[in-house]
């Protein structure tokens, strides 16, 4: 049994659409089974747990201090951790279902894919943001006592960003069966390095995004981002509206075959 993308037409299978607009919770609970399989737990609680390792050795090492909070928030928790968590939340909350076919079984219910899109969404950016804002918030209290107001803005940063990677990698999930190795490319070559270190691309990035909204609630200079609050809000918005679209969009052009 497989899914082929096929333009929507007469021939299509197009099962009368009903329940709930937005949310389904029978889509979200099989959802939320999925990706807190055995596999993928231990993906994401390895993460955060690292984090945690790392900024207790720093404080260990050396002390409280307001710069180093801010390089080893920003350095990992921002820049790699919370777009690697993406990664594993946005694809695997319909990337499997989809190269497995078993996503055939979801596709005939009369439930709109727009609710199945959306619902997935609501799913990947709550498990995001369990696994990479609570983290870093802990991790920020560990570095230096939220001083400067650091762990709170960070922590709120990484919540803003979880939103648009969820969505990113669900459509990475929707669009290729490679979407998992397309989004670590993405998370550690244009996240990790382009966008911190390419001006031009600065303005491109989730990650500095983020980061307008951490300047924003931290107290001093000690954060600082590449690109404007309002931007980066704006940036933020479309981003995440323009690929749950079109997340949507490539879901209902998806037809339903079979071997018999």
């Given at each position: 049994m497989?899914?082929?993308?096929?333009?929507?037409?007469?021939?299509?299978?197009?099962?009368q659409?009903?329940g709930?607009?937005?949310?389904?919770?029978?889509?979200?609970?099989?959802?939320?089974?999925?990706?807190?399989?055995?596999?993928?737990?231990?993906l994401?609680?390895?993460?955060?747990?690292?984090?945690?390792?790392?900024?207790?050795?720093?404080?260990a090492?050396?002390?409280?201090?307001?710069?180093t909070?801010?390089?080893?928030?920003?350095?990992?928790?921002?820049?790699?951790?919370?777009?690697?968590?993406?990664?594993?939340a946005?694809?695997?909350?319909?990337g499997?279902?989809?190269?497995?076919?078993?996503?055939?079984?979801?596709?005939?219910?009369?439930?709109?894919?727009?609710?199945?899109?959306f619902?997935?969404l609501?799913?990947?950016v709550?498990?995001?943001?369990?696994?990479?804002?609570?983290?870093?918030?802990?991790?920020?209290?560990?570095?230096?006592?939220?001083?400067?107001?650091?762990?709170?803005a960070f922590?709120?940063?990484?919540?803003?960003a979880?939103?648009?990677?969820?969505?990113?990698?669900?459509?990475?999930?929707?669009l290729?069966?490679?979407?998992v190795?397309?989004g670590?490319?993405?998370?550690l070559?244009?996240?990790?390095?382009?966008?911190?270190?390419v001006?031009?691309?600065?303005t491109?990035s989730?990650?500095?995004?983020?980061?307008?909204v951490?300047?924003?609630?931290?107290?001093?200079?000690?954060?600082?981002?590449?690109?404007?609050?309002?931007?980066?809000?704006?940036?933020l918005?479309?981003?995440?509206?323009?690929?749950?679209?079109?997340?949507?969009?490539?879901?209902?052009?998806?037809?339903?075959?079979g071997?018999?």
């Amino acid at each position: 049994m497989s899914v082929t993308t096929a333009p929507a037409g007469r021939g299509a299978m197009k099962p009368q659409a009903t329940g709930p607009r937005l949310y389904h919770p029978t889509v979200a609970r099989l959802t939320y089974r999925a990706l807190l399989g055995r596999r993928r737990a231990l993906l994401l609680f390895l993460l955060p747990l690292l984090l945690l390792v790392i900024v207790s050795a720093v404080r260990a090492l050396a002390g409280a201090d307001d710069t180093t909070a801010n390089d080893v928030l920003q350095g990992f928790a921002l820049s790699a951790m919370v777009p690697l968590v993406g990664v594993i939340a946005g694809t695997g909350a319909i990337g499997p279902e989809i190269d497995d076919g078993a996503i055939v079984y979801l596709l005939a219910k009369p439930i709109r894919r727009s609710t199945i899109i959306f619902t997935k969404l609501l799913v990947a950016v709550g498990v995001t943001m369990a696994f990479s804002a609570i983290p870093t918030l802990l991790a920020g209290y560990i570095l230096n006592g939220n001083g400067q107001n650091i762990a709170v803005a960070f922590a709120i940063g990484a919540a803003v960003a979880s939103i648009a990677y969820a969505a990113i990698f669900l459509l990475l999930g929707v669009l290729t069966r490679h979407a998992v190795v397309v989004g670590l490319v993405y998370a550690l070559v244009w996240e990790g390095v382009v966008g911190n270190v390419v001006p031009g691309a600065r303005t491109l990035s989730v990650q500095q995004w983020a980061l307008a909204v951490a300047q924003k609630l931290a107290h001093g200079d000690v954060v600082s981002s590449n690109v404007g609050l309002t931007t980066s809000i704006v940036l933020l918005a479309a981003v995440t509206a323009a690929a749950t679209w079109f997340a949507g969009r490539k879901l209902r052009s998806l037809k339903l075959a079979g071997d018999e």
